[in-house]
């Protein structure tokens, strides 16, 4: 099962503009990830927040952690075509460190 | 490093054959992990290996599904027999000893006629 919904399903924004995406989860967490899969191709990690973090910044991207509403937002600035894929968020809790994935957001980036 | 490393990148088969996906992880990471993605189910985490043990394989969905991983460098997934409904896009995946990101191989898409 699911622990993390992304939201939303689908996205479609201009080049330029920024883009977020949401993770609502269910149960206490370790750590929330957020990964990236294009086209075809297998999902390439992007960012790991940790439950005792609240942000964290890389490059373009930042992803906020607000664990009282037990949701993640990814923000990716200044949007390129090339960012187009699906964006996954995973979490994992208790002693396992597995995570578990959600379903995706598709985000299409029109040039 | 080349990354994760799964063969055949597609395969297509009929209902009723075995089919044995492949997946070499990265050198020295301590886990493995096959999962299973459709547009209906998302994706699925089917069972994973730590240090070649298999620790969870809850999400095996049926018997006819089995994973081995005889040494650190190499595992397989088999489907025997293959139904229609198995097919999607099997990705196999490696990670680290420390709690941190997984890679992932470039998948196995499996059709069954």
């Known amino acids: 099962s699911q622990q993390g919904e992304e939201d939303p399903q689908a996205l479609s924004i201009q080049e330029g503009e920024n883009a977020t995406m949401n993770c609502s989860y269910k149960t206490s967490i370790n750590n929330l990830q957020w990964y ?3 086209s075809g191709r297998g999902l390439v990690h992007l960012i790991l927040i940790r439950s005792n973090e609240r942000e964290k910044h890389s490059g373009r991207l930042r992803v906020t952690l607000d664990t009282s509403k037990k949701s993640s937002s990814l923000l990716i600035t200044a949007s390129r075509a090339a960012d187009t894929a ?3 968020c995973a979490t994992d809790s208790g002693g396992s460190y597995i995570p578990t994935f959600g ?3 598709s985000l299409i980036v029109h040039p | 490093d080349a990354g994760v490393i799964q063969s055949p990148r597609h395969e297509v088969t009929e209902m009723g054959q075995e089919v044995t996906l492949r997946c070499k992880p990265i050198s020295g990471h301590d886990y493995l992990f096959w999962y299973r993605q459709t547009m209906m189910r998302g994706l699925e985490l089917l069972i994973y290996f730590n240090n070649n043990v ?5 999400g095996m969905p049926e018997d006819r599904f089995s994973a081995k991983m005889p040494n650190a460098s190499f595992s397989t997934l088999k489907i025997q027999p293959s139904e229609p409904r198995d097919s999607a896009v099997y990705f196999c ?6 709690v941190n990101e997984q890679f992932f191989g470039p998948g196995t898409r499996l059709t069954v006629l």
Do not use: K, V
Not at chain 2, 54 to 58: A, M, N, T, V
Not at chain 2, 93 to 98: C, K, L, V
């Open chain 1, 36 to 38: 990236r899969q294009n």
């Open chain 2, 93 to 98: 995946a490696s990670r680290g000893i420390e």
């Open chain 2, 54 to 58: 298999p620790i969870d394989d809850s």
């Open chain 1, 86 to 88: 699906s964006y996954f």
């Open chain 1, 103 to 105: 379903r995706g957001t």
